[in-house]
């Protein structure tokens, strides 16, 4: 089973900030790496497909980068709206698995 | 608009086997290189894929939870199912039926609102 590792787990942030959080694969899975906005009691949003391909209607501060095994989502100029979970999940081998999420929140 | 929604009992006892059903809305369940999955959050925790089911029946399952679930699909109702036996507390969860992009098995850019299963006597 692949493993992934997001860093940090909690970060504080004020607005206008830029984010980064990171996701770490066990091992090589390729591009197969994709992430979610998840904000309270609602489901998960994704906001990146296969490490780096935008989403219709996902804002344009949302951008991913990696391959391999390290990944990064970054998020430009933070809005108040960003406060969130989020995390990263590989479909590269089965079982499919997900990072176990960072928490956003903002100041 | 693709649109997808939960059902099933909010409360099971232990030993017992939790059932929910999830319709889709807007779009076949039929359609071409469409896999179906179930996903659960235990409350406070992060998200653990439990399987994946093709309208034609075929299954993938994460081995973790392989020897107790099983999913069907019913095109005639545009449903597909999930079953887990022998529940415990560790079983309770918000499930999330999803919908991957086609074709493959992830990622998910359809979601259900999601459905809390509680395990208790």
């Known amino acids: 089973e692949i493993v992934l590792t997001q860093s940090p787990d909690f970060q504080s942030v004020t607005p206008k900030e830029k984010v980064t959080i990171t996701c770490r694969a066990s091992q090589s899975i390729g591009s197969s790496l994709h992430w979610y906005q998840q904000k309270p009691d609602q489901s998960p949003k994704l906001l990146i497909k296969f490490a780096s391909q935008s989403i219709s209607g996902v804002p344009s501060r949302f951008s991913g980068s990696g391959s391999g095994t390290n990944f990064t989502l970054t998020i430009n100029s933070l809005e108040a709206e960003d406060a969130a979970a989020y995390y990263c999940?590989?479909?590269?081998?089965?079982?499919?698995?997900f990072g176990q999420g960072t928490r956003l929140e903002i100041k | 608009q693709l649109h997808l929604q939960e059902s099933g009992p909010g409360l099971v006892k232990p030993s017992e086997t939790l059932s929910l059903s999830c319709t889709v809305s807007g779009g076949s369940i039929s359609c071409n290189g469409c896999y179906w999955g179930w996903i659960r959050q235990p409350p406070g925790k992060g998200l653990e894929w439990i399987g994946s089911?093709?309208?034609?029946?075929?299954?993938h399952y994460n081995p973790s939870l392989k020897s107790r679930v099983t999913m069907s699909v019913d095109t005639s109702k545009n449903q597909f199912s999930l079953k887990l036996t022998s529940v415990t507390a560790t079983d309770t969860a918000v499930y999330y039926c999803a919908r991957p992009i086609p074709p493959g098995l992830a990622p998910n850019d359809n979601w259900g609102q999601g459905t809390l299963v509680t395990v208790s006597s």
């Open positions: 999940h590989q479909s590269s081998s089965l079982p499919i698995t």
């Open positions: 089911i093709y309208h034609s029946g075929s299954t």
